[in-house]
Structures are given as C-alpha cells and as structure tokens.
C-alpha cells in the first residue's frame, strides 16, 4: 500500500506543483526508499549525504497511540517541518512507516489543501 501511496503522490505532485516538488521518500524503521528526488538534487547529495537527512525524520512513533485520537484536535494526520529552502512534510502511513516530501516553500500558501490532497492519496486503495 505506501508504495502505490508513494507512486500516486510523485504523480499527482509533478503534475500539480512540477519543480517546486524536491523529493518523496518512505521511510521506515531500518531504512528508507527514494521515489522521487528532482535531478539538481541527486547531483548535490550521495546516497549517504542524503540518508543522513533523512534519518533526521525517523520518527518515534509514526501513529500516534489511540488515546491521542481522543485528544480535542483529533489524531496526528501528518507533520509539517519548515526550514529555510524546503517544506518537508511527512505522513504517517502505518506503525513503522512513513511517506517523506519535501517542497519549495512557494508552495506552502497553500498548505492546507496539498496536505488533505496528498492524505487522500494515501488513504486511497488504487
């Protein structure tokens, strides 16, 4: 399922936002699998380089516990990080993985409506 996940996001992204989109990673407990990485990019990381970053978004615990769903403001959909040259937003898809992008900060305006689209694709079985 977040391979197909991952496929139907890098089409949709390139389609709807084109360069503005950086990268589309999996990332999973011991690893993480590349789906998308724009070509200036792969010229400026090595494989190591760029699993250094991202190892820096492994999280914990990709769901959060059921007793946070009950919380006011509902369970953990996705994660926003913002930094000076990229959005990296990361969805949650099960207890050991999760889909990794990264984006211009152009596109974070309307951030949003990409994030409930890209959710969507996740959700959706084919």
Not at 51 to 66: C, I, M, N, S, Y
Not at 81 to 92: I, K, N
Request: hydrophobic share 40%; with cysteine.
């Amino acid at each position: 399922m977040t391979e197909a996940a991952a496929r139907r996001i890098v089409e949709y992204l390139r389609d709807r936002i084109g360069r503005e989109l950086r990268t589309v990673v999996i990332v999973r407990e011991a690893d993480w699998e590349i789906y998308y990485l724009r070509d200036d990019l792969q010229r400026e990381y090595t494989r190591e380089s760029f699993g250094e970053v991202v190892d820096h978004f492994q999280l914990d615990a990709p769901k959060q516990p059921p007793d946070v769903a009950e919380w006011p403001v509902g369970g953990r959909r996705g994660v926003v990080h913002y930094h000076e040259t990229a959005f990296v937003v990361q969805f949650p898809v099960s207890d050991t993985e999760s889909i990794l992008i990264s984006l211009t900060p152009e596109v974070g305006q309307d951030l949003l409506a990409f994030m409930e689209a890209c959710r969507n694709l996740i959700e959706d079985d084919g």
